[in-house]
Nanobody, 125 residues
Framework: EVQLVQSGGGLVQPGGSLRLSCAAS????????IAWFRQAPGKEREGISK???????YYADSVKGRFTVSRDNAKNTVYLQMNSLESADTAVYYCAAATQPSGPGRPREYEYYYWGQGTQVTVSS
């Protein structure tokens, strides 16, 4: 059993930055993979980034070069640093955890059993 608690998010102007946090408990943190998903209004949830237990990282093209995912195993926390934010980044962001290795490429929802509560990110002037 893994519990995920998200923090961060909010309202930011275009070009601004935000950092999301995802704190995990209930499992050996350094053995789990964490992914970030987002769901924009009227759209399906999409996987945008992931960091595996061995710190292998993936970014979707839509966020590559602007978002950075990292993990602090001492704090049982994964971070998503979001820079150069655009209106298209407006969405509810979710972190999710997998205790089994995920496949290559974009994270897929069915690979992640444990989910955070979601946090709203709004990019608007």
């Amino acid at each position: 059993e893994v519990q995920l608690v998200q923090s961060g998010g909010g309202l930011v102007q275009p070009g601004g930055s935000l950092r999301l946090s995802c704190a995990a408990s209930g499992s050996t943190f350094d053995e789990i993979s964490i992914a970030w998903f987002r769901q924009a209004p009227g759209k399906e949830r999409e996987g945008i980034s992931k960091i595996s237990s061995d710190s292998t990282i993936y970014y979707a093209d839509s966020v590559k070069g602007r978002f950075t995912v990292s993990r602090d195993n001492a704090k049982n926390t994964v971070y998503l640093q979001m820079n150069s934010l655009e209106s298209a980044d407006t969405a509810v962001y979710y972190c999710a955890a997998a205790t089994q290795p995920s496949g290559p490429g974009r994270p897929r929802e069915y690979e992640y059993y444990y989910w955070g509560q979601g946090t709203q990110v709004t990019v608007s002037s």
